[in-house]
Structures are given as C-alpha cells and as structure tokens.
C-alpha cells in the first residue's frame, strides 16, 4: 500500500524559502521508474504542477518556476524535499506530493495535503 | 505552459450522462496518450479516475470513461451520481517532459 505524507509550515513570510517535505511508504526511490511529483492548489483554484524527481535523481521543474524550485532526495529516510525560493502571497497554497512512475505517466497515488500561507 | 483548457461548471440529473472536455495543444495532448483524469472533491486530495487517455484505475467505476480526439481530450461520466458531484481536472505529459493540468469542471448533479 502506497502512502503519502506533506510536512512544513503553515505560515511563511514573504522573501523567506519555504521548505515542505513528503515521507512515502510502500515503494523506494531506488526502484527503477519510481518517481514523486510536487503539486500545489491555491485556495479556490486549479491544480498547478510544481516538480518531479526519479528513481535516477533526473529532475523536472515547471518552467514558470524553475528558477526557484529545488527538489531533493533521501532515500534511506523514504523522503523528497522541496524548497521554494523568495516565496510571495501568490505561493499562498495546498501543497501536494505525489507518486507516479515512467510506466504509468500520471499521480496514482497522493499524499493529503499541506496548506501554506504566505503573509507578513 | 499554459494550463488545459477546460469548461468552467457542467451539470446534469441524476442518472444522465455529462462529458467534460479539456483542450490543449500539439505540445501536449496532441503529441502524447498521457492524458489522465482527477476527482477531487471538497478539502480532499485528487484521485486519480482516467489514465493514458481512455484506462481506468483499478477500483474505478465503469459508468467513468475517457477518450481524445487532437488535441481535445473527454471524460465522460454516465449514469450520473450524487456522488460524482466534485471538481474534475485533466493533466498531460509535455514535449518539455513536464507535466499540466486542466483548469479545472464543477460538476454538479441537479
């Protein structure tokens, strides 16, 4: 059974980096074709892709974004980390990690969510 | 990447049956069969209905199902449920190998 959990802070003010965790269960990031996706919704709107990490540490960014995501991997604690730089209002948002796989291109399974605000 | 465009709301009774479209680009839904289909209903996470254009998930209902057609994909809902009332977002892979998703359909059951 594949679980997914977000973790981080509720409150961040602007221009600081924000830094959210996903601790998995179920499956390893060692596993060829594994992957964990970063998704986020701001209150009332649509879902918006962030990133995505593989089993092979290839990573991709959205490009609206890119220059201010960072995702990691560790690997012996089941977690993926992502940063997000200089954070504004607009980043105010659920915050949702995800698993998918290259065999199967979608998020099959997701983690419950973390609501972050941004406010000074 | 702008996100795929989908209707605002659609509506139906109980028992009907409802499609939803979502319109991208040859950059996306055009080029790939990634095309899935989310369910997310108030304050809960997405859960995954549709893959690769028209598959259902184990443990989907078959009254869900999906096509495409260009660069317009569908999921149509039949026999329609209260429970299905929710909002409903589609995503597809890229050329930039990343991911978008649709702007999301309320879907509500008069």
């Known amino acids: 059974q594949i679980t997914l959990q977000e973790s981080g802070p509720m409150l961040v003010r602007p221009t600081q980096t924000l830094t959210l965790t996903c601790t998995f269960s179920?499956?390893?990031?060692?596993?060829?074709?594994?992957?964990v996706g970063w998704i986020r919704q701001p209150p009332g709107q649509a879902l918006e892709w962030l990133a995505l990490i593989y089993w092979d540490d290839e990573k991709r960014y959205s490009p609206s974004l890119s220059t201010r995501l960072t995702l990691a991997k560790d690997t012996s604690k089941n977690q993926v980390v992502l940063t997000v730089t200089n954070v504004d209002p607009v980043d105010t948002a659920t915050y949702f990690c995800a698993h998918t796989t290259i065999l199967n291109v979608d998020f099959d399974f997701w983690g419950q969510g973390t609501p972050v605000t941004v406010s000074s | 990447q702008s996100a795929l465009t989908q209707p605002v709301s659609v509506s139906g009774s109980p028992g009907q049956s409802i499609t939803i479209s979502c319109t991208g680009t040859n950059s996306d839904i055009g080029t790939y069969k990634y095309v899935s289909w989310y369910q997310q209903h108030p304050g809960k996470a997405p859960k995954l209905m549709i893959r690769e254009v028209s598959d259902r998930p184990s443990g989907v209902s078959h009254r869900f199902s999906g096509s495409k057609s260009g660069n317009t994909a569908s999921l149509t809902i039949s026999g329609l449920q209260t429970d299905d009332e929710a909002d409903y977002y589609c995503?597809?892979?890229?050329?930039?190998?990343?991911?978008?998703f649709g702007s999301g359909t309320k879907v509500t059951v008069l």
């Open positions: 995503a597809s892979y890229t050329i930039s190998s990343a991911f978008v």
């Open positions: 179920g499956f390893s990031l060692t596993s060829t074709g594994r992957a």
